[in-house]
Each structure stands twice: as C-alpha cells, then as structure tokens.
C-alpha cells in the first residue's frame, strides 16, 4: 500500500489516513541524526540502497518538508535518491505549517505503513524537535524540552525500538565546510531560484512558521526587491548581496551550533545515540582530496556495523 498525500494541506493528510497508528515499542526504526552539512541525507541513501535494502526514508528535516525551493531548502535531488523510496519530502503545501504534534500524527502513520509492509523505516533529518515529537513516548506539544533545559517534563521513554546514528563533525571542520556549502549553493542557482519565488507572488502565500523560515529567503529579500526596481545602483546592490551572503553564512552556522545543543540535550535526558565521526572526510573534502575511502570506512561501515547489531537483537 503506497501513500499519496503529496502537495495536500495538513487536515486533508489526515483526512486520507485509513487506518489506525498504535504504539508499537517493539517496533524497529533507525534514526540518523546530526547537524546541518554533516551528511546525514548521503549516508541514508548509501545504507538503504546498498546494505539494508528493504528499507525506506521518512524526511524529519522541518523545512525540507515543505514544496518548493529545492536550492535554497538543499533537498536531495531525485537523481541522488537512488531509487530509494522518500516520504515528507517536498509533500506540503508551502502555504501551510505543520506542527510538531502533526509531524508526530503523519510520521507515525508512515511508519506504521512502512512496518506493515515488512520494511524498515530510517527517519532521516536535523530537526530535533521532530524527530523528539516523533519518537518520545509521551510528548507534550505545550512543553519545549529544549528552550527549558531546567524542566522536569522530559520522556527518555520512546515509543519505537531505535536505532540512533548521530553524525558528528568537529565545529571548526564544519564552519568551514557551510561556508563553502553556500557558495556551491549559490552557484547552483539558488539566487535565480529566490528571484522567481519573489517574481511570482508565491512568497506572499507562504506561511511564516512554515517554509518561509529557511535560510536564504529573508537574508536575500531586501536586495532581490531593490533589483527589481528600475535604475538601481549596482554598487549599492553588490554591498546588499555581499551582506546578505554573510548573513545566511552566518544564520546557517548558528543553525547548526543550536542542533548540536539540542543533540546534547536528547544525549542528557538518556537517548543512546551511537556518534559516527565524519570530521575526517569532511577536512578532506575541504582540501580536494580524495574522500571516498575515508567517508566509507569512518561513516559507512562504521554506521552498518552499527545498524546490523542492532537488527540482531
């Protein structure tokens, strides 16, 4: 049974659910999780589609979830999917905004569906909050577990059997790789591609809790709506660009530094989050050097070896 609630607004996602999720502690998932830039997308993809082949991948990146501005949002292109099959990716309206109680309903729905199926389900993104709201066996939506480190709500219990796969690089290595993350980003088009988003009136839909918070879209607004405007100075429109850049490059490094403390913070209440190191094959590809048998030995087989243990048990 295939799931189509591609493009819909949340109420009629859960309009089309036909069945009932239960709880299923025994349930097995795998989790890779880590900040922005670390390679959690490419890894998900090297497992599913070489070592655990009957699996699929459940997107919990908060901003990913949402159609359009595929650059600027640094979705996986289909062509690096490798055939593996993805949900919540680019599935919602960008005029809408889905909660973390939501995520948890959908998700969960996927996974159950995944499970029925006799497929594995990898949960797959940096958003912490979710993949919290997902998997936590009694989330509260009125309480932020990560805004009040003091609070004694916390729910170390999870509501599936996990596998949790953190994706570690040191924070100078990763500094410098968003950087030049960036750069690669906007030399794939992502400035033309917020141009068209602004030219076309879709950023007046889009909801401010929704896509409209990814990195890109307020740094570039001011100077993509004064280019727009006949006659303007390009001197002024060059030191705006330059400014902006600065801004996602730094927006995009705070990012990860909070999804690093919120990692901790899953790491405090007892999450057992087995760490796979990529600092090495990130500093190498920083240098141009040959990345391939190092991502493979420090990432891949140390994240198999990981997996297969725990599908063993």
């Not at 059997?161 to 968003?178: E, G, H, R, S, T």
Request: aromatic content about 8%; glycine content about 6%.
């Amino acid at each position: 049974m295939r799931l189509s609630f591609s493009l819909l607004h949340p109420s009629k996602f859960f309009q089309q659910l036909r069945w009932a999720h239960t709880m299923n502690p025994t349930t097995k998932a795998i989790v890779i999780m880590g900040p922005t830039g670390s390679g959690k997308s490419k890894l998900s993809v090297e497992l599913t589609s070489r070592f655990f082949t009957n699996s699929e991948i459940i997107n919990s990146d908060k901003i990913q979830l949402y159609n359009g501005l595929n650059i600027t949002t640094n979705k996986i292109t289909l062509q690096d999917q490798l055939g593996v099959t993805h949900h919540l990716l680019g599935a919602i309206n960008s005029s809408s905004s889905l909660t973390p109680f939501g995520f948890r309903s959908l998700a969960s729905h996927y996974i159950s569906n995944i499970t029925s199926r006799n497929k594995l389900p990898f949960i797959v993104g940096g958003s912490n909050s979710l993949i919290y709201a997902l998997l936590s066996k009694e989330f509260d939506p009125n309480v932020n577990i990560f805004h009040d480190p003091k609070t004694d709500m916390t729910c170390p219990q999870l509501q599936y059997n996990c596998c949790f796969l953190y994706v570690d690089v040191a924070l100078p290595v990763l500094n410098q790789y968003l950087q030049k993350r960036v750069d690669e980003m906007l030399d794939s088009g992502m400035l033309k591609e917020l141009q068209d988003f602004h030219d076309s009136g879709e950023i007046d839909s889009v909801s401010q809790t929704g896509l409209r918070q990814a990195i890109g879209i307020p740094e570039l607004e001011k100077y993509i709506k004064y280019t727009n405007c006949t006659n303007f100075d390009k001197d002024a429109a060059k030191t705006m660009y330059d400014d902006a850049i600065k801004e996602i490059k730094m927006n995009t490094w705070q990012l990860a530094k909070r999804q690093v403390m919120k990692i901790q913070r899953l790491r405090e209440i007892g999450w057992d989050l087995q760490k796979i190191d990529a600092t090495e094959a990130i500093t190498a590809s920083l240098n141009g050097e040959r990345v391939g048998e190092i991502w493979e030995r420090d990432v891949v087989k140390a994240s198999v070896k990981i997996v297969k243990r725990f599908l063993e048990e």
